[in-house]
């Protein structure tokens, strides 16, 4: 476990129950079934020697002559930059999805029809070409529902080319700060799912996996959404392998404002913890529609989580919905059990923090009530109303 970090005052008012009575529950991983851990074995262990050593960006490792790496790791195809440059119509400027400080990426189809988005970076050089092995190390020789699908890579001279599966709803933060719509199309159902298939993909890097994998940038960004607004965690290319016996790894500072968890800001040691302080902030993120630092706001209001933490002590949890969120609000008493979540992700002593096989857990049993109030709701208004005064005690 990690050792305790940092001092952030609690929500006093309304404070969440003992974590005794979560800990209580977690006598075994809670997603993850036989299959999966057959296929950690299968592929976590093709890496050959990573032996859980998380500061190498990416050693070369093995010395397979006759099989190429990449086919041995489970890297997906070796592209050429001619299938690239005819896939995304000579990287045409029509075709950007996106654009960011490592690259430019591209909508393209492959020769077979496929879809797929391109992710060309800037340059080969230092962290960027470490950042581009992490990736093709880290994500390719994983498979998961809620974690997005390396196909392939282009390594040709100068170019570095990322090929993924393509995703129609581009990524979680395009919806909540950059939609125009008055209304959001993301209702709290699709919220909760993506939140939901967020901490399932995460919950199998870190329990699913060994060594375990620690993403280290958790935020709506990389968070790719489907046609049916399924969540698929992408970006690996600030990922750390993590041994089952090693409780930390002390490594640079990286990640995004506003995500990174207090202790690893403040000492550099880095564990699975850390992701679940992110996941936490990207909660709010959803329930609130704000980012996690918004200088824009009143100076009380700048910092997503301390603001949060504020409404709930002032029992004002209501007031925390997303203004852009479509009717119907959900039940009180399912917001505050999302928001407790959170807040449970948040706190500060990062030992205190549940796993994210447990904050599944968390969240699927929201899910199963709403399934049940929607029922209820369905059969009769009065049956609904009955329901909830049962559920809310």
């Keep these: 476990m990690p050792p305790a970090k940092d001092a952030e005052e609690a929500a006093v008012p309304w404070r969440p129950p003992p974590f005794e009575a979560i800990k209580a529950e977690q006598k075994a991983p809670l997603i993850l079934a036989g299959h999966f851990a057959r296929t950690s074995v299968e592929t976590a262990t093709s890496s050959g020697g990573d032996g859980g050593s998380t500061d190498s960006g990416g050693d070369d490792g093995g010395s397979g002559v006759e099989v190429p790496e990449a086919a041995r790791r489970g890297w997906g195809r070796r592209y050429t930059r001619r299938e690239m440059e005819e896939a995304t119509a000579g990287l045409a400027a029509a075709n950007v999805m996106g654009e960011g400080g490592y690259g430019v990426v591209y ?128 970006d690996f290319g600030l990922a750390k392998l993590l041994c089952s016996e090693r409780p930390f790894v002390t490594t640079r500072v990286m990640g995004t404002f506003g995500y990174v968890a207090p202790e690893y800001a403040k000492t550099g040691m880095l564990n699975e913890r850390s992701d679940v302080y992110s996941f936490g902030v990207l909660v709010m993120e959803v329930i609130t529609g704000r980012t996690p630092v918004d200088y824009t706001r009143p100076a009380d209001e700048v910092n997503l989580v301390e603001w949060l933490k504020r409404m709930v002590a002032e029992r004002r949890v209501e007031e925390v919905l997303d203004p852009r969120l479509p009717e119907p609000p959900p039940p009180p008493k399912a917001l505050k059990r999302v928001v407790l979540a959170a807040l449970r992700c948040v706190d500060p002593e990062g030992g205190q923090r549940p796993t994210m096989a447990h904050v599944v857990h968390m969240l699927e049993d929201d899910q199963i009530q709403r399934d049940e109030f929607k029922l209820a709701r369905d059969l009769s208004p009065r049956e609904s109303d009955s329901y909830e005064r049962e559920r809310g005690g």
């Design 107 to 234: 909508k393209g189809v492959l020769r077979d029809g496929t879809a797929v988005a391109v992710k060309n970076l800037h340059n080969n050089r230092g962290q960027a070409e470490k950042d581009f092995r992490k990736e093709v190390e880290t994500i390719g020789r994983v498979r998961h529902k809620n974690l997005v699908s390396l196909l392939g890579y282009c390594s040709e001279g100068a170019c570095r080319m990322l090929v993924y599966q393509y995703m129609e709803n581009s990524n979680l933060d395009r919806w909540l700060h950059h939609d125009d719509s008055e209304i959001s199309p993301l209702t709290w159902d699709i919220r909760m799912r993506i939140l939901l298939g967020t901490a399932k993909g995460l919950a199998y890097l870190h329990e699913g996996l060994e060594p375990k994998i620690v993403h280290r940038d958790i935020k709506s960004g990389n968070i790719l959404l489907d046609r049916q607004w399924s969540a698929k965690v992408s």
